[in-house]
């Protein structure tokens, strides 16, 4: 808010120089954050008087004047003006003058005449918005004086809060200006002379429903002659960032600004039979808006409307129809508090938010309706000769009780870390209006911990309470700890002292984030690329991208059940259900980088499924990852490999080293319609203990689903998986083991199989018939080609071998490869020459 200082001087003092007053306000919480100084820009430009106004001698429509400056002799300026007068007082720009926007004045030749200047317009000076007319200054203005001196300003840019609807005003910031110096506030004057037909004769008001306005004021004002405002009053509201129309629509602007009420005046012509209704719109209804858009209503609308239908969108915008012009003769002025909510829906539904919505959004105090209406109908008449009709129409005159907010002292100062006395508190709370009291003796009093929370009762004597009384202004305070910002904003935030905290720290927290980081970084270090994608997905994505049965989840993790959650009002179809297969979403990306050019691809997420069960939601955390195109790219001595289920058993088992798990196990998974059969698995992760740590479906996509996802590429391999301590959990402690003194002994087995035939089944027989001398069984290549038949493949193992008190001898590793042979060979296999 633009707050001008000589504006705000007529309500308070101000003995305080603008730099530490708006240091001061800050550490208030009214954060200024600029001073601007009106008139630094008017260099050069003096007070002159008008000796003499004549026609020019060579142009019908110019002046030729001489003016006085008050030294040297009279300047001779022309002048294309048509209200100027010999006698009067006006700023004159020198030669050499400088005006805002860095305009340089020179001497300059009008139609043959030297010109020594400019007589200056006040919209040339920025000063009011008047720019067909010189600015005519009062008589008594003294000659040649720099003009800056006399109308010069300082305007301060404070950030007003959202809870501080008070202070959106210049009476507010002047109670807090108060605060801070201790003057004494002034408040505006709105005693009226009343005269004519009462105001209940002529206007009637009808509010439907209360609880969208609890209070409407009108007042009628006739004969007013609508005119520019006075200068002065434009300086104003120029200085405070509002432009000036007219007296009576400046008259409502002004209140705003200087008391922070918003007002609206009609012509009262326009209001058909004398009768205002509060009430909110009707199907079909339309307004033509100030704006002169025509809008059309919606129901929850509120409006104030005549018989005849909408005048003004209540709070926010008036109308057209009822707008003040310049043929005007009678006013209404409406005062009302409106539901703030209701005005903050219709700001927001029509995308006009003005500088009324906005202080009726923050809420508005009961008794400004009627003062606001008084020092309106007061302004109309000084400014516009209007005469004010006696009453008013008050549909609650009624002014609420001041609200009483109990609070300790001492839990002040345990919060503050001061040592204040209950006296020092209340006349700190004095200065914003808060008068304080003791509770009566004896009384049980509520002290409230929260607003809306359930009281708890404390015996007066014992919990050494005080009685605050705010006033109706400050809807701000409703609690205990409202009352204690407010006695720390007063005492000043930079004179309570700093203190370390006496309480011990917290112990250590692992992390519980530490699981998916790991996840993160060991996928990310393969060549994986993590995605975040949308958690709303349309109905077709939740229906045709779903598990038949869900894997069992990983030990401490959520199941995947439930039924699928609908948003109530979504943004989109596409956003309208919350997913329940993350693959899905994968999915989507691995289409999306397609139509972009870029086939080969492998990212995964992190993220929650959700479901509902009964009535509560419920939700759990997955990994999931897609693979796609060529995962090994062609090379001098390979073609390109496209991504395959050993690539995805590959990711699986590396997050399973990572996570110090056994190796993972897999099982044929054939019924899952968004899998291929036969190319799908469900994988099993044990902890040593036999805790099941990894689990879920790793396999290629079904041809079918990837046709209805429009992906080209092929294949799509994609795992889901749940992962013990993904929702929250820490990586297991690594655990260093000596490497033996003794020497490995490897030995590569190229098997011939059906390729019906399970890795995992041949790698079984291997452990089976190795001995206890086999450390481990490592897949290494699969090969499917001629010489073999169609139906059969080449699986590569190699075994490592591996004493713990000797080194192997070779008699003892070909023992173990004889019986590894044998036991093949009787499981249907065979080695490849």
């Known amino acids: 808010m633009r707050v001008p200082l000589s504006w705000l001087a007529e309500y308070v003092d101000l003995d305080i120089e603008p730099g530490p007053l708006a240091e001061r306000l800050t550490l208030l919480g009214m954060e200024v954050k600029g001073i601007e100084r009106r008139g630094t820009d008017w260099r050069n430009v003096v007070v002159g008087e008008l000796l003499a106004v004549d026609r020019h001698p060579r142009a019908d429509r110019l002046s030729l004047t001489r003016v006085s400056v008050g030294s040297g002799e009279p300047l001779e300026i022309v002048c294309g003006a048509t209200n100027i007068a010999a006698g009067q007082r006006v700023p004159v720009a020198l030669p050499g003058a400088v005006l805002p926007g860095e305009r340089r004045i020179e001497r300059t030749e009008k139609m043959g005449v030297v010109s020594n200047g400019m007589l200056c317009s006040g919209d040339e000076l920025g000063l009011t918005a008047d720019a067909d007319g010189i600015l005519i200054l009062p008589a008594d203005t003294p000659i040649g004086v720099p003009l800056a001196e006399l109308y010069g300003d300082v305007v ?207 809420g508005q105090e009961h008794r400004l309706a009627r003062l606001g209406a008084d020092r309106t109908a007061r302004l109309l008449a000084e400014w516009a000769g209007g005469v004010v009709a006696p009453g008013a129409i008050d549909t609650d005159p009624r002014d609420p009780a001041a609200p009483r907010v109990a609070f300790r002292p001492g839990r002040v100062n345990r919060l503050l870390g001061t040592a204040m006395d209950p006296p020092t508190q209340a006349e700190l709370l004095g200065r914003m209006g808060i008068a304080t009291g003791a509770a009566p003796a004896g009384a049980a009093v509520e002290v409230r911990v929260a607003a809306g929370d359930m ?13 605050a009384t705010v006033p109706t202004w400050r809807r701000d305070i409703a609690i205990e700890a409202d009352l204690i910002e407010e006695i720390a904003r007063v005492h000043g935030y930079d004179r309570i002292p700093g203190r370390r905290p006496e309480t011990p720290m917290p112990a250590f927290r692992a992390s519980p984030l530490e699981v998916r980081d790991g996840v993160r970084a060991t996928l990310a270090g393969a060549g994986v690329t993590e995605v975040v994608t949308h958690a709303l997905v349309s109905p077709a994505q939740v229906a045709s991208i779903a598990w038949r049965a869900p894997a069992a989840p990983a030990a401490g993790e ?276």
């Open 455 to 467: 009281p708890h009762v404390a015996p007066a004597e014992a919990a050494d309470v005080l009685i």
């Open 558 to 833: 959520d199941a995947a059940d439930g039924t699928p959650i609908t948003l109530t009002n979504p943004l989109s179809a596409d956003h309208s259900m919350l997913r329940q297969a993350l693959v899905g979403s994968l999915l989507d990306v691995v289409g999306t980088n397609e139509r972009r050019g870029r086939e080969s691809i492998a990212v995964f997420e992190i993220g929650k499924g959700y479901g509902q069960t009964g009535e509560a939601p419920h939700e759990w955390w997955r990994l999931v990852f897609a693979l796609a195109g060529s995962f090994e790219p062609a090379a001098w001595n390979r073609p390109a490999r496209p991504a395959d289920l050993g690539d995805a058993k590959g990711v699986v088992e590396l997050l399973a080293l990572r996570l110090g798990l056994e190796a993972p196990a897999y099982a044929p998974e054939t019924q899952e319609p968004i899998l291929h059969p036969g190319r799908a698995a469900l994988v099993t992760a044990r902890t040593a203990s036999g805790e099941i740590a990894i689990s879920g479906h790793v396999g290629e996509l079904h041809p079918a689903v990837a046709s209805a996802a429009d992906l080209r590429v092929a294949p799509v391999v994609v795992a889901e998986l749940s992962i013990r301590g993904l929702s929250g959990g820490s990586l297991p402690i690594p655990r260093a083991v000596a490497p033996s003194r003794f020497p490995d002994a490897e030995r590569d087995l190229a098997i011939v199989v059906d390729r019906a035939r399970p890795t995992a089944e041949l790698a079984r027989v291997i452990r089976g018939a190795a001995g206890p001398l086999l450390r481990d069984v490592t897949l290494f290549d699969v090969y499917r080609g001629a010489p073999l038949a169609d139906t059969e493949q080449s699986i590569a193992f190699r075994l490592r071998y591996a004493g713990d008190d000797r080194t192997l001898t070779e008699a003892e590793v070909e023992s173990s490869v004889a019986a590894v042979l044998d036991a093949v060979t009787a499981a249907g296999g065979r080695i490849r020459g």
């Open 156 to 362: 301060l840019d404070i950030d007003v809060k959202p809870n501080r609807g008070d202070a959106l005003s210049i009476v507010g910031l002047a109670r807090e200006v108060a605060a801070i110096t201790g003057a004494a506030l002034r408040f505006p004057d709105t005693g009226l002379v009343e005269s004519g037909t009462p105001t209940a004769d002529r206007l009637r008001v009808e509010v439907e429903d209360p609880a969208l306005c609890p209070r409407f004021v009108g007042r009628w004002v006739a004969d007013v002659t609508v005119a520019p405002s006075p200068d002065r009053i434009q300086m104003r509201l120029v200085a405070a960032g509002m432009r000036p129309i007219s007296n009576v629509v400046d008259a409502s602007n002004y209140v705003m600004l200087e008391l922070g009420k918003p007002i609206h005046t009609f012509d009262a012509a326009a209001v058909r039979d004398g009768r205002l209704v509060v009430r909110t719109a009707r199907a079909g209804e339309r307004l033509t808006t100030l704006d002169h858009v025509e809008r059309e209503l919606q129901r929850e609308t509120l409006l104030i409307a005549d018989p005849a239908g909408p005048l003004a969108i209540a709070g926010v915008m008036g109308g057209a129809a009822s707008e003040v012009s310049a043929s005007t003769r009678d006013v209404v002025v409406e005062s009302a508090i409106f539901d703030p909510i209701s005005i903050r829906r219709t700001a927001f539904r029509y995308a006009l938010r003005s500088e009324a919505s906005l202080r009726f959004e923050k």
